[in-house]
């Protein structure tokens, strides 16, 4: 028997996807309807449909980035 002492952490995660859109960079989840926006000039941060047993992470990754992966030859 286990008895494991978890964190009060949110258990769930959600990889979120990401796209430029002007001055922000927007954060969107697949999976349930969380997005975050952050502007690039001022830092600001808006977040939308957050949920407290959810996290929610995503990298940005400029176009064009991806093309490094695949020059494995
Ligand atoms: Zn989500």
């Known amino acids: 028997m286990t008895s494991k002492t978890r964190p009060s952490a949110p258990a769930i995660s959600h990889p979120c996807e990401s796209f430029r859109e002007g001055e922000w960079i927007i954060y969107h ?27 929610h992470f995503g990298t940005y990754f400029p176009i064009g980035f991806k093309e490094a992966f695949n020059n494995q030859n």
């Open 29 to 55: 989840c697949t999976r349930c309807n969380y997005q975050m926006r952050e502007n690039m000039n001022s830092g600001e941060i808006i977040v939308q449909n957050a949920r407290a047993d959810i996290r």
